[in-house]
């Protein structure tokens, strides 16, 4: 960190005229272009050594602030290890060189992981069946709204136009929702800190298509009146859409589909390991009960017949690379293992909470899951805001939590450690934490 390389310092680097290049000798060269399809002028690359291109991109790199550099606390996102056999799965040959057009018969043992992933999911989860398709929790979201919007369609129920959302989500939660076409309704959350129930009560009717739910929420919390709010949304012909991105604290410990929720998405690439960030491939496989299963979308390999919800979510199967690695994780964690997931997780993040709520204020008391929410230091004298707490954390070398969301408080810092960090870690984190409230 903080080398000053010259080569970093120049921000031109193209010199007119140098190459770093041969092309091969043009095969077609006897054939001409039509006029119209060629260049007036030249294109506008940069021309630069070779060499100087790799120390480019290199130097880039080690830049970058990643779970492989430090600690990396990002609540929400579960920026936890991604470890290294997974790469080794998901770059071998055989997987690597596949194309999704090749004949049946020779991606056998694709199809296979595919379909044990798919079981593997709906097992952890209590859903019936996965699409693996979506290639990110909010591509999950809108697929899982299609489908619920299949349904009461299915069934002539045109007049659920409403989806209920807490104010606690996570955006992505109303974006999908309106962007399927439905309108937001939002449900408040009480001074727990959960879906306040009798605020729900006034909501319900029969145009309601559903409520978005996530568990743990935003808040780390998990919600305790899921069988109530269950019960209501179906007695009202809603059904139970369950964000399960953040995964991570009921791994092996208990079930979306028990409780009666009817669709969700699982982030892969938070909860099973594999890397993100930057925007990169991620995966959001979403899981229905038994009743939805018809109304997934095509391109599934196991059901071609009943087609209701007839559009492709994404190309082939999804991000392929991305379902072997969470394929990798799974397997390499076994049943046994997968059960310490949330356990590890969840004792992680009450730790580091009970360690710092000295000087940071903690609005909702209480055992949170994987992760929790400060609102800024208890001073609020000094006038050291989230941010400068965020930015002295990158001067110590750790990656910032995620800072100013949610949205119900005004100096939000959300902190997930995730169950890989060891105790040292989590220590040393706290220690500096400690030292940035005194310097406050
Ligand atoms: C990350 C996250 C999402 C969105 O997932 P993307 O893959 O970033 O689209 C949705 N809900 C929750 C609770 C999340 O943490």
Same mark, same amino acid.
């Given at each position: 960190?903080?080398?000053?390389?010259?080569?970093?310092?120049?921000?031109?680097?193209?010199?007119?005229?140098?190459?770093?290049?041969?092309?091969?000798? !043009?095969?077609?060269?006897?054939?001409?272009?039509?006029?119209?399809?060629?260049?007036?002028?030249?294109?506008?690359?940069?021309?630069? =050594?070779?060499?100087?291109?790799?120390?480019?991109?290199?130097?880039?790199?080690?830049?970058?602030?990643?779970?492989?550099?430090?600690?990396?606390?990002?609540?929400?996102?579960?920026?936890?290890? !991604?470890? #290294?056999? !997974?790469?080794?799965?998901?770059?071998?040959?055989?997987?690597?060189?596949?194309?999704?057009?090749?004949?049946?018969?020779?991606?056998?043992?694709?199809?296979?992981?595919?379909?044990?992933?798919?079981?593997?999911?709906?097992?952890? $989860?209590?859903?019936?069946?996965?699409?693996?398709?979506?290639?990110?929790?909010?591509?999950?979201?809108?697929?899982?709204?299609?489908?619920?919007?299949?349904?009461?369609?299915?069934?002539? +129920?045109?007049?659920?136009?409403?989806?209920?959302?807490?104010?606690?989500?996570?955006?992505?939660?109303?974006?999908?929702?309106?962007?399927?076409?439905?309108?937001?309704?939002?449900?408040?959350?009480?001074?727990?800190?959960?879906?306040?129930?009798?605020?729900?009560? #006034?909501?319900?009717?029969?145009?309601?298509?559903?409520?978005?739910? $996530?568990?743990? !929420?935003?808040?780390?919390?998990?919600?305790?009146?899921?069988?109530?709010?269950?019960?209501?949304?179906?007695?009202?012909?809603?059904?139970?859409?369950?964000?399960?991105?953040?995964?991570?604290?009921?791994?092996?410990?208990?079930?979306?589909? +028990?409780?009666?929720? +009817? &669709?969700?998405?699982?982030?892969?690439?938070?909860?099973?390991?594999?890397?993100?960030?930057?925007?990169?491939?991620?995966?959001?496989? &979403?899981?229905?009960?038994?009743?939805?299963?018809?109304?997934?979308? #095509?391109? =599934?390999?196991?059901?071609?017949?009943?087609?209701?919800?007839?559009?492709?979510?994404?190309?082939?199967?999804?991000?392929?690379? $991305?379902?072997?690695?969470?394929?990798?994780?799974?397997?390499?964690?076994?049943?046994?293992?997968?059960?310490? &997931?949330?356990?590890?997780?969840?004792?992680?993040?009450?730790?580091?909470?009970?360690?710092?709520?000295?000087?940071?204020?903690?609005?909702?008391?209480?055992?949170?899951? /994987?992760?929790?929410?400060?609102?800024?230091?208890?001073?609020?004298?000094?006038?050291?805001?989230?941010?400068?707490?965020?930015?002295?954390?990158?001067?110590?070398?750790?990656?910032?939590?995620?800072?100013?969301?949610?949205?119900?408080? /005004?100096?939000?810092?959300?902190?997930?450690?995730?169950?890989?960090?060891?105790?040292?870690?989590?220590?040393?984190?706290?220690?500096?934490?400690?030292?940035?409230?005194?310097?406050?």
């Amino acid at each position: 960190m903080n080398r000053k390389l010259y080569s970093n310092l120049i921000f031109e680097l193209s010199h007119p005229g140098r190459k770093g290049y041969t092309l091969p000798k !043009n095969p077609y060269a006897h054939q001409s272009l039509p006029e119209s399809l060629k260049r007036s002028t030249d294109a506008e690359l940069p021309e630069c =050594d070779e060499l100087t291109v790799v120390r480019h991109y290199t130097n880039h790199s080690e830049n970058n602030f990643g779970v492989n550099n430090g600690f990396y606390p990002l609540g929400s996102c579960t920026m936890k290890y !991604n470890p #290294t056999i !997974n790469e080794e799965v998901a770059s071998h040959p055989f997987f690597v060189n596949l194309h999704p057009l090749q004949p049946k018969e020779t991606v056998q043992g694709a199809e296979e992981v595919y379909e044990n992933l798919q079981l593997s999911l709906a097992e952890l $989860t209590g859903m019936s069946r996965f699409t693996l398709n979506p290639c990110a929790g909010a591509h999950g979201e809108l697929t899982g709204l299609m489908v619920i919007s299949a349904y009461h369609q299915s069934r002539n +129920d045109n007049k659920r136009t409403k989806v209920i959302v807490p104010d606690s989500a996570h955006g992505t939660n109303p974006a999908s929702a309106a962007i399927c076409g439905f309108d937001v309704v939002e449900v408040k959350s009480n001074a727990n800190g959960q879906v306040d129930v009798d605020d729900l009560k #006034t909501l319900l009717g029969d145009d309601i298509a559903g409520m978005m739910m $996530t568990n743990p !929420n935003t808040l780390g919390i998990f919600e305790t009146q899921i069988p109530v709010i269950t019960k209501l949304v179906h007695e009202c012909g809603g059904l139970m859409y369950y964000d399960g991105a953040n995964l991570n604290p009921l791994l092996g410990q208990c079930r979306p589909g +028990d409780m009666g929720f +009817d &669709v969700m998405h699982v982030n892969l690439h938070k909860t099973f390991s594999t890397p993100h960030g930057g925007g990169g491939p991620g995966a959001g496989p &979403v899981g229905v009960c038994e009743k939805l299963v018809d109304f997934l979308p #095509t391109h =599934d390999i196991e059901k071609e017949a009943k087609q209701f919800l007839n559009i492709d979510i994404h190309p082939y199967h999804g991000n392929f690379g $991305t379902l072997l690695r969470a394929y990798a994780y799974i397997l390499t964690l076994g049943k046994e293992n997968i059960k310490m &997931v949330g356990p590890l997780a969840t004792l992680n993040a009450n730790y580091i909470k009970e360690c710092l709520k000295d000087v940071y204020e903690l609005p909702i008391e209480g055992l949170c899951k /994987h992760e929790f929410v400060f609102n800024g230091l208890i001073n609020k004298s000094t006038g050291v805001t989230t941010m400068d707490v965020a930015k002295r954390l990158l001067d110590y070398g750790f990656h910032a939590p995620t800072i100013y969301f949610p949205l119900l408080f /005004h100096e939000s810092m959300m902190i997930e450690p995730t169950e890989n960090e060891s105790k040292d870690t989590i220590d040393g984190f706290i220690a500096v934490m400690h030292q940035i409230a005194e310097e406050a």
